[in-house]
T-cell receptor, first 113, second 114 residues
Framework: KNQVEQSPQSLIILEGKNCTLQ??????????LRWYKQDTGRGPVSLTI?????NTKSNGRYTATLDADTKQSSLHITASQLSDSASYIC????????????FGAGTILRVKS | EAGVTQSPTHLIKTRGQQATLRCSPI?????VYWYQQALGLGLQFLLW?????ERNRGNFPPRFSGRQFPNYSSELNVNALELEDSALYLC???WGGGSYNEQFFGPGTRLTVL
């Protein structure tokens, strides 16, 4: 069964600190992996998208890594800001035409001052 | 450039009623996707429309249906509403249905079934 698991479920950090969110997946076949940021009550916004051959991709203070062999990905947030408080969702595309994405449940990040 | 828009923002219905949710994709996008996000759960794929046709559907009962209009906007209909249908319904659009095409999400419609 295609699944995406994320950890931790929630995380509280102080403003200015770094953090790393984890994603493990069992989706097959694999086309690409995406990280989305979802503010409360809003739609998700794409942060990064990586294919099988990409190991790292950055978007500002966000850096995603992918190990396709172990089927793991991480999202590293550097120098966190209060506006980083959101749910971060790992999404895997099995590559079927129709883009039937498989979503993780998300990690809820809260940045405190 | 305008993003994906959805209406209404909130919708309150009672059990057994029907709900209609609407979505307007980004200009130029031909694919529209519908997702359900129940409280505390991940997004679940509902339906995909492209060029006016239903291309794929998730594991939801037939009372979840929809359509896509010639201008690529879409509506989602949920018949015989049940309490567990209460959720945030998100619409996304993309340029075509390729697996690498980025999906842009709307703000969602919060459906509450009483």
């Amino acid at each position: 069964k295609n699944q995406v698991e994320q950890s931790p479920q929630s995380l509280i950090i102080l403003e200015g600190k770094n953090c790393t969110l984890q994603c493990n997946y069992t989706v097959s076949p694999f086309s690409n992996l995406r990280w989305y940021k979802q503010d409360t009550g809003r739609g998700p916004v794409s942060l990064t998208i990586m294919t099988f051959s990409e190991n790292t991709k950055s978007n500002g203070r966000y850096t995603a890594t992918l190990d396709a062999d172990t089927k793991q990905s991480s999202l590293h947030i550097t120098a966190s800001q209060l506006s980083d408080s959101a749910s971060y969702i790992c999404v895997v595309s099995p590559g079927e035409y129709g883009n039937k994405l498989v979503f993780g449940a998300g990690t809820i990040l809260r940045v405190k001052s | 450039e305008a993003g994906v828009t959805q209406s209404p923002t909130h919708l309150i219905k009672t059990r057994g009623q029907q709900a209609t949710l609407r979505c307007s994709p980004i200009s130029g996008h031909t694919s529209v996707y519908w997702y359900q996000q129940a409280l505390g759960l991940g997004l679940q794929f509902l339906l995909w429309y492209d060029e006016g046709e239903e291309r794929n559907r998730g594991n939801f009962p037939p009372r979840f249906s929809g359509r896509q209009f010639p201008n690529y906007s879409s509506e989602l209909n949920v018949n015989a509403l049940e309490l567990e249908d209460s959720a945030l319904y998100l619409c996304a659009s993309s340029w075509g249905g390729g697996s690498y095409n980025e999906q842009f999400f709307g703000p969602g419609t919060r459906l509450t079934v009483l």
